[in-house]
């Protein structure tokens, strides 16, 4: 397993991590966001080849479509977020794929334009990979993003 985490100070987030964590400091605040983070994708990944898709899935129980379990585990650490993965997107922070961490979230577009409909949500790990709801053949697996019409995102609420 690799996971990949920012490093250094995330300079443009800072003030808003601050306003969050009233009270820490930048390294608590960072080590804070790099332990969500890091708990969120080795969460996804203990379901990988254990739990089918679903379309319309949110359990572990019954399946998981991808924007399902993408919810499923940002709500088992206590992170309220939409469920579709374009609603997902649009609740996120973009992040350029070099501040990505592991635990962030991959958006996949119809189009080049980050403007246009979300169509797939998967749990970024870290090297060009990820933990999504991949298909009903595969269920919860690891994937390669395949794609360069895709954002990375970010939660700051």
């Not at 088992?76 to 979230?105: C, N, V």
């Not at 080049?112 to 749990?123: A, Q, R």
Request: glycine share 10%; proline share 4%; with cysteine.
């Amino acid at each position: 397993m690799t996971i990949r985490h920012k490093a250094g100070t995330v300079a443009g987030s800072m003030a808003l991590l601050l306003a969050v964590l009233p009270g820490m400091t930048n390294s608590a605040a960072n080590a804070k966001t790099e332990s969500f983070n890091r708990r969120t994708a080795g969460y996804a990944e203990s379901f990988v080849g254990r739990v089918p898709y679903l379309y319309g899935g949110s359990s572990p129980s019954s399946g998981f479509d991808c924007s399902g379990l993408a919810q499923y585990v940002y709500r088992h650490y206590g992170k309220s977020i939409p469920r579709t993965a374009d609603a997902q997107f649009r609740y996120f922070h973009p992040e350029s794929r070099s501040r990505a961490w592991g635990g962030d979230l991959v958006f996949f577009h119809e189009s080049s334009s980050p403007d246009s409909y979300v169509y797939h949500v998967g749990i970024y790990e870290g090297s060009n990979q990820m933990v999504s709801a991949a298909d009903p053949q595969s269920g919860i697996a690891w994937q390669g993003i395949w794609s360069s019409d895709v954002t990375f995102g970010t939660i700051t609420h």
